[in-house]
Each structure stands twice: as structure tokens, then as C-alpha cells.
């Protein structure tokens, strides 16, 4: 038994041989790499930031507080004869859309010569609303002007089926 010892003890402590497997070098996990990378990505992007953000003119705060005080002072500009004025061309943009119902209602029975002069009282009464509804809206005076837009939206309904 005590010769069976002395040659495991020398086999244990021997040299490695050739024959003897080195174990491969273990692969590397790649999260540090990349959560490194994403925390200089994001270090990075704060810094290009802070420079642009950094190099704005410094403003004066007399002047911008000066400057509101004479924009609150300032009231809106309001003007009823323009306001009176897109009532008017509205309103008679509407009437030439319900002078023509009964044509527009009767166009698909109607000749070439009916349906030109449909479309051209369907125009001007487009270019009326046009503009009575952008005079209402110059004129800074809040009223009702459902009812014009959607004829305006009517009108332009039927002049693209016109058109067509």
C-alpha cells in the first residue's frame, strides 16, 4: 500500500505534459462594455447640450420687462365697419347658394350651358364668403360665423364635383 501512495503523490505533483489539457481562457461578459459605452454616449450628449444651450446672448431683463409692459398696455385693435362689411359680403354669398339650391339639387338632369352658369354662381359666392369671413376675421370682433363657414365648405363641395 505505501508504493500504491508514493506514485500518487508523484502523478499529483508532476509537471503538466503535453497531453495535459490548459483550460481555455473563460469568454468575457460584454454588458460592462456596453453599459460603459451607453454612460459616454449619455455624458457626451449632456456635454453638446449644455455648449449649445450655453452660448445664448445674455438678455437685459430692464429691456424684457419693459417690453411686456408695453405689450400688455396694447389692446387688441378692433373694427366695426370691417367686421359689418364680411357680414355683408356673407351674407350675400349665402344668398347666391340658396338662389341656386334648386339648380344644384336639379344638376344631374341639367345641360352644359346650366351647369357653367351653376358654377360660376357657385364661384362668386365662394370668393364672397372668402372674403367676408377673412374681414370678420381681420376685424378682431368674436361673433358667430358657423353658418358662413359651412356654406363656404358646402360651396367648395360642390364646385370639386363640378370640376370633375
Given at each position: 500500500m505505501t508504493t500504491q501512495r508514493r506514485t500518487m503523490s508523484r502523478t499529483r505533483n508532476a509537471p503538466p505534459t503535453r497531453s495535459t489539457r490548459i483550460p481555455a481562457?473563460?469568454?468575457?461578459?460584454?454588458?460592462?462594455?456596453i453599459l460603459a459605452g451607453a454612460?459616454?454616449?449619455?455624458?457626451?450628449l449632456v456635454g453638446v447640450v449644455a455648449l449649445a444651450l450655453g452660448?445664448?446672448?445674455?438678455?437685459?431683463?430692464?429691456?424684457?420687462?419693459?417690453?411686456?409692459?408695453s405689450m400688455a398696455a396694447k389692446k387688441p385693435v378692433t373694427s366695426p365697419q370691417l367686421h359689418e362689411s364680411g357680414l355683408q359680403k356673407c351674407d350675400e354669398g349665402l344668398k347666391l347658394l340658396l338662389a341656386a339650391q334648386t339648380r344644384i339639387e336639379a344638376r344631374k338632369h341639367s345641360g352644359e350651358e346650366e351647369l357653367r352658369r351653376l358654377r360660376l354662381d357657385l364661384e362668386e359666392a365662394d370668393r364672397l364668403l372668402g372674403e367676408g369671413l377673412h374681414e370678420i376675421d381681420e376685424?378682431?370682433?368674436l361673433g358667430e360665423v358657423t353658418r358662413y363657414t359651412n356654406a363656404k365648405s358646402t360651396v367648395r363641395k360642390l364646385l370639386m364635383e363640378l370640376k370633375s
Open positions: 481562457r473563460t469568454r468575457r461578459n460584454p454588458l460592462p462594455f454612460g459616454g454616449g449619455g455624458v457626451l452660448s445664448r446672448p445674455k438678455v437685459d431683463k430692464k429691456k424684457t420687462v419693459a417690453e411686456t409692459a376685424s378682431k370682433i
